[in-house]
């Protein structure tokens, strides 16, 4: 299964972190494993590559994770943004999990 936390600090989603397989299907035929890659790695693009902005991301092979943590003052217009992207991720995957229950779990702390 995978598991999707979101981290908070108050009503500010400051990143997330994916970790395991979700057993869908074998490797390569996984459509569960590859909604939730290619949802996070939209999100990791949107937030460093278009915004330009220089979120901390760490892949870790040996546990099957991602984590990105946005960094503090973004100015308004980019944490707008940012916020934005990371509450449609959540969506996102609260749906997937309601649809794949066995699959996926999301949690916020």
Same mark, same amino acid.
């Given at each position: 299964?995978? +598991? *999707? ?26 459509? *569960? ?6 949802? !996070?790695?939209?999100?990791?693009? @949107? ?11 760490? !892949?870790? #092979? ?13 100015? $308004? +217009?980019?944490?707008? +943004?940012?916020? +934005?992207?990371? @509450? ?6 609260? $749906?997937?999990?309601? #649809? ?10």
């Amino acid at each position: 299964m995978t +598991t *999707v936390t979101f981290h908070s600090e108050g009503s500010r989603i400051v990143g997330f972190e994916v970790k395991g397989h979700s057993g869908y299907a074998p490797e390569g035929e996984d459509i *569960v494993c590859a909604a939730i890659t290619s949802a !996070v790695r939209l999100t990791e693009c @949107a937030v460093n590559d278009v915004l330009g902005l220089e979120a901390s991301v760490k !892949v870790r #092979e040996k546990d099957a994770s991602i984590t990105l943590k946005l960094p503090n003052g973004l100015g $308004q +217009t980019n944490e707008s +943004t940012c916020q +934005t992207l990371l @509450a449609a991720l959540m969506v996102h995957f609260v $749906q997937l999990a309601e #649809e794949y229950p066995d699959h996926i779990s999301v949690l916020e702390v």
